[in-house]
């Protein structure tokens, strides 16, 4: 059972967009639509942002947007606010079993 | 309102056992899976266990594999985490969270701290 693969950090200025990474494999991301991806402020809980690969639940921004191809999974955020440094996690699930990427921070200059 | 509140955290010794709680409110328990989730402190979010809506089927990561059981009583709309042979690596706040896939609604997680 290992993680997902996910940059450490990423960057951007307000207004820009950033894209934030999540290799996986064949068995895991590559065989399910079942990716979600999550966001984190210190000291909260995470929060849903994206399920199966491109779906926003309801009151999440379309800022906030998934994709997928081959074995990696990608969160792509446009019009970068300052509200948006936080960590970002992926997830998988992959039938028996639930898998987290190792999170990327999300830093707005 | 649509909850999730955990309780049950708690300072303990290695080798000791603890047993988590988590009260579900405002949507139908036995309707879901349902998934503990947690978090070493400064470290990434970590999968650890769920169980189906009946409680029938249930499921574990390795580090936990007969150490840990999960199991839920649908009267009570709640889900436990029992905790037994407890290691300084299973520091970490616990979160549990409503269905496998989706993960859609999180507790704000209990503080588990194990001492050596």
Known sequence: QSA?????SVSGSPGQSVTISCAGI??????????SWFQQHPGKAPKLLIYDVTKRPSGVPDRFSGSKSGNTASLTISGLQAEDEADYYCYSYAGRSGMFGGGTKLTVL | EVQLVESGGDLVQSGGSLRL?????GFTFSSYAMSWVRQAPGKGL????DVSGSGDNTYYTDSVKGRFTISRDNSKSTLYLQMNSLRGEDTAVYYCAKDVRYLDLWGRGTLVTVSS
């Open chain 2, 21 to 25: 709680s988590c009260a579900a409110s």
């Open chain 2, 46 to 49: 970590e999968w650890v266990s």
């Open chain 1, 26 to 35: 064949s068995s895991d991301v590559g065989s399910y639509n079942f990716v």
């Open chain 1, 4 to 8: 997902l693969t996910q940059p450490r």
